[in-house]
């Protein structure tokens, strides 16, 4: 079994529509968990830190839920320029674990 | 803003050849890594080190070294490339810390094809 793994999608969403997708982590024991975003052939940049109580970063909302070992993303009010791929990643022994992504495309 | 640099956009080289991929960062951070990304497997650990002259292992280390002489720069080498290693090389630096605490910065990726 893989160490994070995420429905590769495509979400395919009108603008203004809210989106929502969960990533599964294997390791009880994990430790810390990030979202990052990748835009097509572009380098991984973090979008948010996923905190034990969620939080929130203007349309965007992370929550953890440690008993079914699951984080989710929460997009509301889509715009286009949400389109591209969403990384999980996980903090596993001081390692940083990753999904395989899920792409993301908003059209208008 | 934490720039980290990798030599080549895009490379290609021939099975069997040795293969350098550099990676400098700017920022004083402890921790750089090198990833794979391929379609479909997302990205894939292969060496990291938390100080200079130090390495350990990822995930898929097989067919890779890596060599951290200096604290911003941290090498990854293919000793003798195959074809299965053609892919998108990533590499990332994080501030402190024995290994991945926080978030990582990405250099913007080596598009690597052996043929």
């Known amino acids: 079994r893989k160490e994070v793994e995420q429905d590769p999608g495509p979400f395919n969403v009108p603008e203004g529509a809210t989106v929502a997708f969960n990533c599964t982590y294997s390791?009880?024991?994990?430790?810390?968990f990030f979202w990052y975003r990748q835009d097509c052939r572009k380098e991984p940049k973090l979008l948010m830190s996923?905190?034990?109580s969620g939080n929130e970063d203007g349309r965007f909302t992370a929550q953890l839920n440690r008993a079914s070992q699951y984080i989710s993303l929460l997009i509301r009010d889509s715009k286009l320029s949400d389109s591209a791929t969403y990384l999980c990643?996980?903090?596993?022994?001081?390692?940083?674990?990753f999904g395989a992504g899920t792409t993301v495309t908003v059209r208008a | 803003d934490v720039k980290v640099t990798q030599s080549s956009r895009y490379l290609v080289k021939r099975t069997g050849e040795k293969v350098f991929l550099e990676c400098v960062q700017d920022?004083?951070?402890?921790?750089m890594f090198w990833y794979r990304q391929d379609p479909g497997l997302g990205l894939r650990l292969i060496y990291f080190?938390?100080?200079?002259?130090?390495?350990e292992k990822g995930d898929i280390p097989e067919g890779y070294s890596v060599s951290r002489e200096k604290k911003e720069r941290f090498s990854l080498i293919l000793e003798s490339a195959s074809t299965n290693q053609t892919s998108m090389y990533l590499c990332?630096?994080?501030?402190?810390?024995?290994?991945?605490?926080?978030?990582?910065?990405f250099g913007s990726g080596t598009q690597l094809s052996v043929l």
């Open positions: 990332a630096s994080s501030l402190g810390g024995a290994g991945a605490r926080e978030k990582l910065f």
């Open positions: 390791n009880s024991a994990s430790q810390s």
């Open positions: 996923v905190y034990s």
């Open positions: 990643a996980v903090i596993n022994d001081y390692k940083l674990s």
């Open positions: 920022m004083d951070h402890e921790n």
């Open positions: 080190s938390y100080d200079v002259k130090m390495k």
